[in-house]
C-alpha cells in the first residue's frame, strides 16, 4: 500500500503495480485539512489511479462527533471523492462510527498506534505500546475494530515484536507503518519514499528512502534554465518548420510594412 496525492502520483502508484496534509500541502500537521480538501484530492487520485483499490482518509473533526456525521462524511468521500473506502483513526471509542459506516456498505480501514491526527494528545510522534499496559491497549484495539466491521487496520509506530502478535491474533490485514515486517501489508508516503524533499528534512525513523526524485527535478529545472538563457534550447527539432518559399514572402511583407508600406499584398 502507498500513499497518493494527487493525479501523477496516482497515475505512477498505479502503474507500478494519508499524509496529505503535511506532505503534499505543506501543512504543519494532519488535523489541519478540511474533508472538501481531502475530496478534491481524491477526485484527482481516482483518475489516475484505474486498478488500485483507493482508501480515502477521513480529516479530523469529519468524523468524531457522532457516528451519523462519521457516516455522512463517508458517504460523502465515496460519493464525491471517487474512493472505494475511507480510513478514520482511533481504536475502541471508534467503534459507533466504524459500525456505522460499515453496516451502509462503505468499507473502512482502521488505524491506530500512533495516529497522527492525535499526535497533540499523545505528546508528539511517539511510538505506542512499548508498555505491557499499552501494548494491551493496542490489541483491544486492533480486536475492538476488527469487530466493528473494519476491513483491515493501519498499526503505526509501534515496537514490531507487538504488531508482529497482535496481527496473528487478529483475522483481518494490519498494514503497518513503523511497526515492523511482521505486519500482513506495509504502507509508505509516496514523497518519502521516493525522496521528493529537499536535503535536510526530517524523516520518520522507519520511512526508507528508495529514489531521489527532489535532486533529478531539480537538476532538470536547472538544465532547462540555463538552456533557455543561452537559448541552446529550444532547438531546431522542438519547433514547427515553415517553408522557405512562405516564410521568404512573410519577410517581404513584413518588411514593406516596416518601412512604410501601408497595406502591402501579397505577390504585388
Not at 222 to 250: G, L, N
Request: charged share 20%.
Amino acid at each position: 500500500m502507498i500513499t497518493a496525492h494527487d493525479f501523477p502520483s496516482a497515475h505512477v502508484a498505479d502503474q507500478a503495480g494519508d499524509s496529505l496534509a503535511m506532505v503534499a500541502l505543506g501543512m504543519d500537521d494532519t488535523s489541519e485539512i478540511l474533508l472538501e480538501e481531502m475530496i478534491l484530492h481524491c477526485r484527482s487520485v481516482a483518475r489516475g489511479a484505474k486498478t488500485a483499490f483507493i482508501v480515502g482518509d477521513l480529516p479530523m473533526g469529519s468524523y468524531e462527533i457522532s457516528p451519523e456525521q462519521a457516516l455522512g462524511s463517508a458517504i460523502k468521500m465515496v460519493k464525491e471523492g471517487r474512493v472505494h473506502a475511507i480510513k478514520l483513526e482511533g481504536g475502541a471509542e471508534m467503534v459507533p462510527a466504524i459500525s456505522k459506516i460499515t453496516t451502509a456498505g462503505i468499507p473502512v480501514l482502521a488505524h491506530i498506534g500512533l495516529t497522527p491526527q492525535r499526535q497533540n494528545a499523545l505528546g508528539g510522534f511517539r511510538v505506542q505500546g512499548k508498555s505491557t499496559s499499552g501494548a494491551l491497549r493496542l490489541l483491544a484495539d486492533a480486536v475492538a475494530v476488527q469487530e466493528a466491521g473494519a476491513f483491515a487496520v493501519v498499526l503505526e509506530a509501534v515496537p514490531a515484536e507487538v504488531a508482529t502478535l497482535v496481527t496473528k491474533k487478529l483475522r483481518i490485514p494490519t498494514i503497518g507503518i513503523g511497526a515492523g515486517n511482521g505486519c500482513s501489508g506495509q504502507v509508505l508516503v509516496q514523497v518519502d519514499m521516493s525522496g521528493n524533499f529537499p536535503p535536510g528534512r526530517f524523516l520518520p525513523k522507519f520511512v526508507k528512502k528508495y529514489g531521489d526524485v527532489w535532486s533529478e527535478a531539480k537538476r532538470a529545472i536547472e538544465q532547462y534554465r540555463a538552456e533557455v538563457k543561452d537559448r541552446s534550447y529550444p532547438a531546431p527539432e522542438h519547433t514547427y518548420p515553415m517553408p522557405k518559399e512562405a516564410y521568404a514572402e512573410f519577410e517581404r511583407v513584413v518588411e514593406g510594412q516596416l518601412v512604410g508600406d501601408p497595406s502591402p499584398r501579397a505577390g504585388a
